[in-house]
């Protein structure tokens, strides 16, 4: 699982800090102070993002957006490039943990009701966030990157970024012509 990943992940840092002799409390307690943070962090987001959700549950926003949707009389591969076109316009604004927690409980049933497989829409899903976490403004990975290179202009991340934003557009295409794709392996489980 990704917990024990990160588990064993963690135990190989502290070996190598402790074999390079830079294991130290300072040190430690720095890093047990960061993974705090950042844990509260998300926690703050998915609690703020719970909430949205179920006052937009009790607002019956759901049935309205599934209702609009119905209304516009779009065939399912409309409902598909509206969805798409949701998550990269929201891609630019929102942060991907946001995004996800605040959309898939709307968007989700609309296109399982439109008849999509929901493995196929999970790791379509997936593209669509990895491709918000490289474009910008709010792609986080493009400052992670920044911060790792310490020197340089931000425009040159961006720059360096837009081959891989094109690759996961065609990805998201072949998906859409070829959903087989998405759907091989775990048909042959």
Do not use: C, H
């Amino acid at each position: 699982t990704p917990t024990e990943a990160a588990a064993v992940g963690v135990a190989g840092a502290l070996a190598i800090a402790a074999a390079n002799r830079t294991l130290t409390w300072d040190s430690l307690r720095a890093s047990l102070t960061g993974s705090v943070r950042v844990t509260a962090m998300i926690m703050l987001v998915v609690l703020g993002a719970t909430f949205l959700n179920f006052t937009l549950a009790a607002a019956g926003l759901g049935r309205q957006i599934d209702a609009l949707m119905s209304g516009l009389g779009l065939t399912p591969f409309g409902t598909l490039l509206a969805v798409i076109a949701l998550y990269v316009v929201l891609g630019f604004f929102i942060e991907t943990l946001s995004l996800m927690v605040a959309t898939i409980p709307i968007v989700a049933p609309i296109m399982f009701a439109a008849g999509f497989d929901k493995v196929w829409f999970g790791i379509l899903l997936i593209l669509l966030v990895e491709m918000a976490l490289i474009t910008p403004p709010v792609g986080l990975n493009l400052y992670v990157v920044q911060g790792a290179r310490q020197s340089g202009r931000f425009g040159d991340v961006v720059q360096g970024a837009l081959p891989y934003v094109g690759a996961m557009a065609i990805m998201v295409a072949l998906l859409i012509l070829l959903p087989g794709l998405a759907l091989w392996l775990p048909g042959a489980m």
